[in-house]
């Protein structure tokens, strides 16, 4: 199928649906508007579960606390629904925010069972407040008007839930393709990497989280102006697992897969409400449920991945043109060659009884290559972690171009111009090369979630995209920017950390065993690549265990054994040395 | 016939190949060692003969082609790993440790305990700390419990990976005198190590590790005065 | 509120929450040795009461058809994966675990519906009806997916439990239940009456908590089952089979959550949905031991019930809303003490 095609049979589908209600029944015109509606709340979980791996059960009480939000005012109070609208959206968003606030430090599942918790206490507040009709619910709301037209038929209201849906789902496909957007996708392989980019993962979280809530709230507000009656039922847990439903069935993650999932679940609903009485006439209430929940369940153990990536392998790829030519993003002033860039002054770090690293001292000089040797073991790694920020030493200090960064966290150290690597590669697969160089620009620019859902991030993203554009070509993988990261040999992906570090604009790049692993020809290249980083004045620390790689490359090499520091020097003088001898070949003397 | 015959093995962990294409053999009652740097392959070579990661290849234990069979199955049949990160159940006390190692064997109580006081009696630490949990050890106590665990089970074949990892000079001396001591016992150990020279001293036979493939092998006599071994842990040398 | 009624309410709060103590330290056993969350455990509770409740009627349970149809799946699921494997040699093996044993008590239901067993054999054969469900869904449902997150085990777990009290409905009807009373006395202890039931509910609580102890602390079984569930790999180089671990553990369970049933049959009226209300509070409990700590965990259950017996004293509309509120304060502790380990690389 060719790029026309595709475009042509997209335009079809919009046409045939913005034409719907010239054509379809009544009938068929409200399954579609419940569909609209339901999406919005699936559109939700794709952005919360499918791109930033949180599971919520809590997105029906969501939509619930907006529902009621605008019952209240616009049927018992008597205003304007559209005043119920920024009524919900602010009363959502609140609850929102408190509830994640508590919660999402703690993430994984703890976020996944309070959200049954408190949807459940959401749920049993509508049923048992007077004032909001109690388990009867709210009656007699007014229809959304638009320009003294009152949305009152299915056909009218119809084009109001699908051009909100379509207006959220760009805003959304904008903010996944922005800076925060990355960093949210990014979020779901776990803290570590994100936050040795300096991204606030703990401020990220909230933000979608909210939004998440915000798109029920939307649909909730939509839903109750739509059948123009609220009660609790439609705002339980088992309608928070149906949502969760269509979000994973039509592939979380994308954003089409929830309009798809929305459709197939309401589709499959009004299918089975037609078959089952028909085979078992006095329980098809109960069995509905049975069928839905065991199809769960036999999706979720065959065929995770959802619909739209099944479909996905016959549209073709859109053909993404290179980044243009653009200003460059600002840059740190390099510090002058050869004077003392981080300085490590006794640093000792204790687990429990064990000293893992002991009183150790050395200096990185601006503009070298310093290697950190010694045998499995020795403290390296520890060491490695005090210096980026893991680990708090136990004593000691470390001071960095006159700063003193002891104990400061990774975020801050990567605030400082430390870009680090990890001994085991921490890339995101299944984003392209140029998106993960691009989570290295992070802290070198500025569009928050607003400017990027709105598409005002353009100018800077356009010089975040020529910097990651350019640091790829420097590491010799400008190829094929929009390949996924995952596809790449280790050799490469150790060396798109690399990019994805000089993307940050570094003063000293940090590297963890980056030769492990590799063939020869990898490592001859990788030595390459950094003679060429250091001939351009970086200042390179790195942890490895392979001698060989590290003879012909650095200028000093700091040898460490059993924790302490062994001995420190040109590597012709530390391989003479008997004791790095003896500390590589062992003995048993 | 060969105990242990591991034949043209290769482990793969998506598009990387850290174990290529490798053959060797344990005799009865023969201590065998691989030795080679971090990173060649030697740790993925162990995990894959007690079949906790998928491997091409065969793998033939006393006759019986066990290739297929899983984990549980062939501790069963006598295999016993001590892994590189020992796996000591931490919140456990030293005595339940041991009492786990002989988890599957079914000579009853008596015949247990008398392991459990021949265990004692090789690491005299570990009865003074019985009742201890294991998770307080010190490093070497840590590591003789590995060992004494793996020994409760009474197995045909022991397999160690890097036994002296982390341990300072003088405990790494005294486990490899205790390893040395076990051949007395007639049971057949594969050693990987790092620490070239202690692990050729204990074992007859060895086999060196590069880069996921096996380089030289021959008895240990030969290879600890072979300069390529030099080579292959500093880099340089007469292999280029 | 006096001190008489304040006494009176901490009784009743004590007794609700020892059940809940039962249940959630069910939860956390089954959690620790399985990662799996299993949040149709409370269906498990409410099942066992029913069960209870027909055999009182002299009516062959739900409980009955519910075990044959998860027999016959768990079975032929295992029986072609074993055929699968070539492994045709354990299918005999296969047939008795899967088929036969879970069927016994289901059969001797059946058998004897409609004459009323003797007090202790019916509590017996409600806990042997009762047991085989955990085990079975852990067959059909989990094991296929042993190696998933624990989110993703979490999901699954919710969706099964609506399968679950979908299937109470269509087994056991829409009518609640309520036993007659195991005890039938009351005592005063200083001035404040003290039901029979509340006693032998906390005795009861205390007597299986104790054996719980015993086991994971005296017999080989329960140390390799504490040995799964501290480490993984560790237990499996011992030759302990994870899923036989997890099997035990479904089982252990069960047999708590069939107690919990039983002893809250005569106090309240259970539903075929009860079970995930009792079920939620009793994880109030489990999280507030943080999903590990088997004493933190029943101090938390504790909790859950006295402040539930006040909540609905204050307003007993919102007692349920006051009792997750609680949860609030709870993580906002928990996410300051809680080291977490990160879940890396998901996708």
């Given at each position: 199928?060719?790029r026309?095609?595709?475009?042509?049979?997209?335009a079809?589908?919009l046409?045939?649906?913005?034409?719907?209600?010239l054509?379809?029944?009544?009938?068929s015109?409200?399954?579609?508007n419940?569909?609209?509606?339901?999406s919005?709340v699936a559109?939700?979980?794709v952005l919360?579960?499918?791109n930033?791996g949180?599971?919520?059960?809590?997105?029906?009480?969501?939509?619930?606390?907006?529902?009621?939000?605008?019952?209240w005012t616009?049927s018992?109070?008597?205003f304007?629904?559209?005043?119920?609208?920024?009524l919900?959206l602010?009363?959502t968003?609140?609850?929102?925010?408190?509830?994640g606030a508590?919660?999402l430090r703690?993430?994984?599942?703890?976020l996944?069972?309070?959200?049954?918790?408190w949807?459940l206490a959401?749920?049993?507040?509508?049923?048992n407040?007077p004032?909001?009709?109690?388990?009867d619910?709210?009656?007699?709301?007014?229809?959304?008007?638009i320009?003294?037209?009152?949305?009152v038929d299915?056909?009218q209201i119809?084009?109001?839930?699908?051009?909100t849906?379509l207006?959220?789902?760009?805003a959304?496909h904008n903010?996944?393709?922005?800076?925060?957007?990355?960093?949210?996708?990014?979020?779901?392989?776990?803290?570590t990497l994100v936050?040795s980019l300096g991204?606030?993962?703990?401020?990220i979280r909230?933000?979608?989280?909210?939004?998440?809530a915000?798109c029920?709230a939307?649909?909730?507000?939509?839903?109750?102006?739509?059948?123009?009656?609220v009660?609790?039922?439609?705002f339980?847990?088992?309608?928070?697992?149906?949502?969760l439903?269509?979000?994973?069935?039509?592939?979380?993650?994308?954003?089409l897969?929830?309009?798809l999932g929305?459709?197939?679940i309401?589709?499959?609903?009004?299918?089975i409400?037609?078959?089952?009485?028909k085979i078992?006439?006095?329980?098809?209430?109960?069995?509905?449920?049975?069928?839905?929940a065991?199809l769960?369940?036999?999706?979720?153990q065959?065929?995770r991945?959802?619909?739209?990536p099944f479909?996905?392998?016959?549209?073709?790829?859109p053909r993404?043109?290179r980044?243009p030519?653009?200003e460059l993003l600002?840059r740190?002033?390099?510090?002058?060659k050869?004077?003392?860039?981080m300085?490590?002054?006794?640093?000792?770090?204790?687990?429990?009884?064990?000293?893992?690293?002991?009183?150790?001292?050395?200096?990185?000089?601006?503009g070298?290559?310093?290697?950190?040797i010694?045998?499995?073991?020795?403290?390296?790694t520890?060491?490695?972690n005090v210096?980026?920020?893991?680990?708090?030493?136990?004593a000691?200090?470390?001071?960095f171009?006159?700063?003193?960064?002891?104990g400061?966290?990774?975020?801050?150290?990567?605030?400082?111009?430390i870009?680090?690597?990890?001994?085991?590669?921490?890339l995101r697969?299944?984003?392209?090369?140029?998106?993960?160089?691009?989570?290295?620009t992070?802290?070198?620019?500025?569009?928050?979630?607003?400017?990027s859902a709105?598409?005002?991030d353009r100018?800077?993203?356009?010089?975040?995209?020529h910097?990651a554009?350019?640091?790829l070509?420097?590491?010799?993988l400008?190829?094929?920017?929009?390949e996924?990261a995952?596809n790449l040999?280790?050799?490469?992906?150790?060396?798109l950390?690399?990019a994805r570090a000089?993307a940050?604009?570094?003063v000293?790049?940090?590297l963890?065993?980056?030769?492990a692993g590799?063939r020869?020809?990898?490592?001859?290249?990788?030595?390459?690549l950094l003679?060429?980083?250091?001939a351009?004045?970086?200042?390179?620390l790195?942890?490895?265990?392979?001698m060989?790689?590290?003879?012909?490359l650095?200028?000093r090499?700091?040898?460490?054994?059993?924790?302490?520091?062994?001995c420190?020097g040109e590597?012709?003088?530390?391989?003479?040395?008997?004791?790095?001898?003896?500390a590589y070949?062992?003995?048993?003397? | 016939?060969?105990l242990?015959?591991?034949?043209?093995?290769?482990?793969?962990y998506?598009?990387a190949?850290a174990?290529?294409?490798?053959?060797?053999?344990?005799d009865?009652?023969?201590?065998?060692?691989v030795?080679?740097?971090?990173?060649?392959?030697?740790?993925?070579?162990l995990t894959?003969?007690?079949?906790?990661i998928?491997?091409?290849?065969?793998?033939?234990?006393?006759g019986?082609?066990i290739t297929a069979?899983?984990?549980?199955?062939?501790?069963?049949?006598g295999?016993?790993l001590?892994?590189?990160?020992?796996?000591?159940?931490?919140?456990?006390?030293?005595?339940?440790?041991l009492?786990?190692?002989?988890y599957?064997?079914?000579?009853?109580s008596?015949a247990?305990?008398a392991?459990?006081e021949?265990?004692?009696?090789?690491?005299?630490r570990?009865?003074?700390?019985?009742?201890?949990?294991?998770?307080?050890?010190?490093?070497?106590?840590?590591?003789?419990l590995a060992?004494?665990?793996a020994l409760m089970?009474k197995p045909?074949?022991?397999?160690l990976?890097?036994?002296?990892?982390?341990?300072?000079?003088l405990?790494t001396?005294e486990?490899?005198?205790?390893?040395?001591?076990?051949?007395?016992?007639?049971?057949?150990?594969?050693?990987?190590e790092?620490n070239?020279?202690a692990?050729?001293e204990?074992?007859?036979?060895?086999y060196?590790?590069?880069?996921?493939?096996?380089?030289?092998?021959g008895s240990s006599?030969?290879?600890?005065d072979d300069?390529?071994?030099?080579?292959t842990?500093l880099?340089?040398g007469a292999?280029h | 509120?006096?001190?008489?009624i304040?006494?009176?309410?901490?009784?009743?709060g004590?007794?609700?929450?020892?059940?809940?103590v039962?249940?959630a330290?069910g939860?956390?056993l089954?959690?620790?040795?399985?990662?799996?969350?299993?949040?149709?455990?409370?269906?498990i509770t409410?099942f066992?009461?029913?069960?209870?409740a027909?055999?009182?009627?002299?009516?062959?349970?739900?409980?009955?058809?519910?075990?044959?149809v998860?027999a016959?799946?768990?079975?032929?699921?295992?029986v072609?994966?074993?055929?699968r494997?070539?492994?045709?040699?354990?299918?005999?093996?296969?047939?008795?675990f899967y088929?036969?044993?879970?069927?016994?008590?289901?059969?001797?239901?059946?058998?004897t519906?409609g004459?009323?067993?003797?007090?202790?054999l019916?509590?017996?054969?409600?806990v042997?009806?009762?047991?085989?469900?955990?085990p079975l869904l852990?067959?059909?449902?989990?094991?296929?997916?042993?190696?998933?997150t624990?989110?993703?085990?979490?999901?699954?777990?919710?969706?099964?439990h609506?399968?679950?009290?979908?299937?109470?409905?269509?087994?056991?009807?829409p009518e609640?239940?309520?036993?007659?009373?195991?005890v039938?006395?009351?005592?005063?202890i200083?001035?404040?009456?003290?039901?029979?039931q509340?006693?032998?509910?906390?005795?009861?609580?205390i007597f299986?908590?104790?054996?719980?102890?015993l086991?994971?602390?005296?017999t080989?079984?329960g140390?390799?089952?504490?040995?799964?569930?501290?480490?993984?790999?560790?237990?499996?180089?011992?030759?302990?089979?994870?899923?036989q671990?997890?099997t035990?553990?479904?089982?252990?369970g069960s047999?708590?959550?069939?107690?919990?049933?039983?002893?809250i049959a005569?106090?309240?009226t259970?539903?075929y949905?009860?079970?995930?209300?009792?079920?939620?509070k009793?994880?109030?409990?489990a999280?507030?031991g943080g999903m590990?700590?088997f004493?933190?965990?029943?101090i938390?259950?504790m909790?859950v019930?006295i402040?539930?017996?006040?909540?609905?004293?204050?307003?007993s509309?919102?007692?349920?809303?006051?009792v997750?509120?609680i949860?609030?304060?709870?993580?906002?502790?928990?996410?300051?003490t809680?080291?977490?380990?990160?879940?890396?690389?998901?996708?």
């Amino acid at each position: 199928m060719s790029r026309q095609i595709t475009i042509a049979i997209g335009a079809v589908a919009l046409l045939a649906l913005l034409g719907a209600p010239l054509y379809l029944a009544p009938f068929s015109i409200t399954l579609l508007n419940y569909i609209g509606v339901y999406s919005l709340v699936a559109l939700g979980l794709v952005l919360l579960t499918g791109n930033a791996g949180m599971v919520s059960f809590g997105q029906a009480s969501f939509m619930g606390v907006a529902a009621y939000a605008t019952a209240w005012t616009s049927s018992v109070m008597g205003f304007s629904p559209w005043l119920g609208l920024i009524l919900a959206l602010v009363a959502t968003g609140l609850i929102a925010a408190i509830l994640g606030a508590v919660t999402l430090r703690l993430g994984g599942h703890f976020l996944s069972l309070s959200t049954i918790a408190w949807g459940l206490a959401i749920y049993f507040s509508f049923g048992n407040i007077p004032g909001l009709g109690a388990f009867d619910g709210l009656s007699s709301l007014p229809p959304i008007s638009i320009g003294g037209i009152a949305l009152v038929d299915s056909g009218q209201i119809f084009y109001m839930i699908w051009g909100t849906l379509l207006l959220t789902m760009l805003a959304i496909h904008n903010l996944l393709d922005s800076r925060v957007g990355r960093a949210l996708r990014a979020l779901r392989g776990g803290n570590t990497l994100v936050e040795s980019l300096g991204v606030n993962a703990l401020q990220i979280r909230l933000v979608t989280f909210v939004i998440a809530a915000l798109c029920a709230a939307l649909s909730g507000w939509l839903y109750a102006h739509m059948g123009r009656f609220v009660s609790p039922t439609p705002f339980d847990v088992t309608m928070s697992i149906i949502f969760l439903m269509m979000a994973m069935i039509g592939g979380s993650g994308y954003l089409l897969g929830a309009v798809l999932g929305a459709a197939i679940i309401i589709l499959l609903k009004n299918g089975i409400q037609d078959v089952l009485p028909k085979i078992a006439p006095g329980s098809s209430g109960q069995l509905e449920v049975v069928v839905f929940a065991s199809l769960f369940i036999l999706f979720l153990q065959r065929a995770r991945n959802g619909i739209v990536p099944f479909i996905a392998q016959w549209i073709p790829e859109p053909r993404r043109e290179r980044p243009p030519q653009a200003e460059l993003l600002p840059r740190q002033p390099q510090p002058a060659k050869e004077t003392a860039l981080m300085q490590v002054d006794a640093v000792t770090r204790r687990f429990g009884g064990l000293i893992a690293v002991n009183d150790v001292s050395f200096d990185v000089r601006a503009g070298e290559i310093l290697a950190l040797i010694g045998p499995n073991g020795a403290g390296k790694t520890t060491m490695f972690n005090v210096i980026t920020g893991a680990l708090r030493p136990s004593a000691g200090r470390i001071t960095f171009a006159g700063k003193d960064i002891t104990g400061a966290n990774a975020a801050k150290i990567a605030a400082a111009g430390i870009a680090r690597t990890f001994q085991h590669v921490k890339l995101r697969p299944k984003m392209t090369l140029i998106d993960n160089v691009l989570l290295g620009t992070y802290g070198r620019t500025k569009a928050g979630f607003i400017r990027s859902a709105l598409r005002l991030d353009r100018a800077e993203e356009a010089r975040a995209r020529h910097e990651a554009m350019r640091q790829l070509e420097r590491v010799g993988l400008g190829d094929r920017p929009y390949e996924l990261a995952g596809n790449l040999p280790l050799g490469n992906q150790r060396v798109l950390e690399i990019a994805r570090a000089l993307a940050a604009d570094p003063v000293l790049l940090v590297l963890d065993e980056p030769a492990a692993g590799l063939r020869r020809q990898e490592k001859l290249a990788l030595a390459e690549l950094l003679r060429t980083l250091r001939a351009e004045g970086l200042t390179i620390l790195l942890v490895e265990h392979d001698m060989d790689f590290v003879m012909g490359l650095v200028d000093r090499i700091v040898v460490m054994e059993f924790g302490c520091k062994l001995c420190e020097g040109e590597p012709a003088k530390v391989r003479a040395d008997a004791r790095v001898q003896e500390a590589y070949l062992g003995g048993v003397a | 016939m060969a105990l242990l015959s591991i034949q043209n093995v290769s482990v793969s962990y998506g598009k990387a190949e850290a174990v290529r294409n490798v053959s060797l053999e344990v005799d009865r009652g023969q201590i065998v060692t691989v030795i080679g740097p971090n990173g060649a392959g030697k740790t993925s070579l162990l995990t894959s003969v007690i079949g906790m990661i998928p491997a091409a290849g065969r793998v033939i234990f006393d006759g019986t082609d066990i290739t297929a069979l899983p984990t549980e199955d062939r501790i069963e049949m006598g295999f016993c790993l001590v892994p590189e990160r020992r796996e000591l159940f931490a919140d456990m006390s030293v005595y339940d440790n041991l009492l786990l190692g002989a988890y599957t064997r079914r000579d009853g109580s008596a015949a247990i305990k008398a392991s459990m006081e021949e265990v004692y009696g090789r690491f005299p630490r570990l009865r003074e700390r019985r009742a201890q949990k294991a998770g307080t050890l010190s490093g070497g106590e840590r590591q003789m419990l590995a060992l004494g665990r793996a020994l409760m089970a009474k197995p045909k074949l022991l397999m160690l990976d890097e036994p002296s990892l982390g341990l300072a000079p003088l405990i790494t001396r005294e486990i490899f005198k205790i390893i040395a001591s076990l051949h007395e016992t007639g049971v057949s150990i594969l050693l990987v190590e790092q620490n070239a020279r202690a692990a050729l001293e204990t074992a007859g036979f060895g086999y060196v590790m590069e880069t996921g493939e096996i380089v030289h092998s021959g008895s240990s006599a030969t290879l600890i005065d072979d300069p390529r071994l030099i080579s292959t842990y500093l880099g340089g040398g007469a292999s280029h | 509120m006096n001190a008489q009624i304040a006494a009176i309410l901490a009784i009743d709060g004590i007794a609700s929450g020892a059940i809940y103590v039962l249940i959630a330290i069910g939860f956390v056993l089954i959690f620790a040795v399985t990662r799996i969350i299993f949040v149709p455990f409370g269906d498990i509770t409410a099942f066992t009461a029913l069960t209870l409740a027909s055999l009182e009627n002299k009516q062959m349970p739900g409980t009955v058809g519910m075990v044959a149809v998860l027999a016959v799946m768990a079975t032929l699921m295992e029986v072609f994966s074993l055929w699968r494997k070539g492994a045709l040699g354990k299918i005999p093996a296969a047939l008795f675990f899967y088929l036969a044993l879970p069927l016994i008590p289901a059969a001797i239901a059946w058998a004897t519906a409609g004459t009323l067993l003797p007090t202790p054999l019916r509590l017996l054969l409600t806990v042997a009806v009762i047991l085989p469900i955990a085990p079975l869904l852990n067959r059909i449902v989990y094991q296929p997916i042993a190696d998933a997150t624990v989110l993703l085990l979490l999901i699954v777990s919710v969706a099964l439990h609506f399968a679950m009290s979908g299937l109470g409905l269509l087994f056991f009807g829409p009518e609640g239940v309520r036993t007659q009373s195991l005890v039938d006395f009351t005592t005063f202890i200083a001035g404040t009456p003290v039901s029979g039931q509340a006693m032998l509910i906390l005795g009861s609580a205390i007597f299986f908590s104790f054996l719980l102890y015993l086991f994971f602390n005296f017999t080989l079984y329960g140390k390799a089952l504490h040995a799964t569930a501290i480490n993984r790999t560790g237990a499996r180089l011992m030759g302990i089979r994870p899923q036989q671990a997890c099997t035990i553990a479904f089982l252990l369970g069960s047999v708590l959550a069939a107690v919990s049933g039983i002893l809250i049959a005569p106090v309240n009226t259970i539903f075929y949905d009860s079970g995930f209300l009792i079920g939620l509070k009793s994880f109030v409990g489990a999280i507030i031991g943080g999903m590990v700590s088997f004493p933190v965990t029943a101090i938390g259950s504790m909790f859950v019930g006295i402040l539930e017996g006040f909540a609905a004293f204050l307003s007993s509309p919102f007692k349920d809303v006051i009792v997750f509120s609680i949860l609030i304060p709870v993580l906002l502790w928990r996410s300051y003490t809680l080291v977490h380990a990160e879940e890396e690389d998901e996708e």
